[in-house]
């Protein structure tokens, strides 16, 4: 297994932490109210109980922090064991120190205290550590299955664009070789791109030039009917974003809001940075009112929102509205830059 491949999340986070200690917390809240005989709960029993849950919950996931990387490279049956066997040596330790102070059971032996201790900690690890590894397989089979839509997505470039890309190339041919030259040149990085199914993420000049290439093949058709503004903020060109997403929304724009007008439009694409995180809008004419375009704007949108959850989580947005007759698209996507090697979702 790699480091990203660990099926148990990484303890070291802010997050994480917070939800041990909450955890902890209910689990204890219930250990004390089951062990109440005349009151609804024994308060004393409860807060030093909580004391040592805080404890062994915090040292081992600080421990099991630590040897993360080492337990990622084991197999799956060897790090569970490994975990098992860290949890119930930090229990079994702090047991022997606790158990003067907290034994709520009058009457049994130490080490009769501190066996229900090591089995009841076992029983709750082994089902956390189950719940972490149907987690990570659900979450798997969602990257799978995204992954899946990408592949379908990037194999398949419209077939209208493609009919028009080609007439426009033969009618320049006898005319404007250079152009023609350059127009199948760019078609083919479009295809290069379509086809390529091995980065997850890109940097954004990457994905800026690429809607470029594409942009200067539908000037060729459509001429002076299409109009282009850029306005693209210094020093976002390593900004991380998933490989065809700002070309489809602006191949969108031109298709719903340039095409279908007689006399054209201005599409405008601009691109900030605002605190931590980074703004994508596309711009164009308010597109016409038909259903057939407007089911497939939708499903444009709604394949190019799946990916950004499955990559980003919740930070990611993407979002339409209309305005003075301006349709916009904005994404919103988190600061980061390509080659870090933080999860992009932040959930392990």
Not at 326 to 339: C, E, S
Request: proline share 5%.
């Amino acid at each position: 297994m790699r480091g990203n491949d660990f099926y148990i999340p990484d303890l070291c986070r802010v997050r994480a932490v917070f939800m041990l200690v909450v955890t902890g917390e209910l689990l204890a809240l219930v250990l004390a109210v089951v062990q109440a005989d005349e009151r609804w709960i024994e308060w004393n029993y409860f807060g030093l109980l909580s004391l040592f849950v805080q404890w062994t919950l915090l040292t081992s996931a600080a421990a099991i922090c630590l040897l993360r990387g080492w337990l990622a490279r084991q197999t799956i049956a060897m790090a569970t064991g490994a975990v098992v066997i860290i949890v119930l040596l930090d229990v079994l330790a702090f047991s022997l120190f606790a158990d003067s102070v907290i034994n709520p059971t009058q009457g049994e032996r130490p080490w009769q205290a501190v066996a229900k201790n090591l089995l009841l900690s076992l029983l709750i690890t082994l089902m956390v550590l189950r719940y972490f590894y149907l987690q990570f397989q659900w979450q798997q089979q969602q990257e799978a299955e995204m992954q899946a839509r990408l592949t379908a997505l990037q194999a398949r470039i419209h077939p209208h664009f493609l009919f028009n890309s080609m007439n426009t190339i033969a009618s320049l041919i006898s005319v404007n070789p250079e152009r023609a030259e350059d127009a199948v040149l760019d078609l083919s990085e479009l295809f290069r791109a379509s086809l390529r199914d091995d980065d997850r993420l890109i940097p954004l000049s990457t994905e800026v030039d690429l809607c470029r290439r594409y942009l200067a093949i539908e000037q060729l058709r459509l001429g002076q009917r299409l109009a282009l503004e850029w306005q693209i903020e210094e020093g976002l060109e390593q900004q991380a974003i998933p490989p065809l997403t700002l070309q489809p929304l602006v191949e969108n724009a031109i298709y719903h809001g340039i095409q279908p007008r007689p006399d054209g439009g201005t599409v405008r694409i601009e691109v900030y940075r605002k605190n931590s995180f980074v703004y994508l809008l596309v711009q164009n004419p308010r597109p016409a009112q038909d259903q057939r375009t407007h089911e497939g704007n939708r499903m444009a949108l709604a394949n190019i929102q799946s990916r950004l959850q499955a990559l980003f989580g919740e930070p990611a947005v993407l979002k339409h509205s209309q305005q003075n007759d301006i349709y916009t698209v904005t994404m919103r996507l988190p600061w980061q830059k390509t080659g870090d090697r933080r999860n992009p979702a932040g959930r392990r």
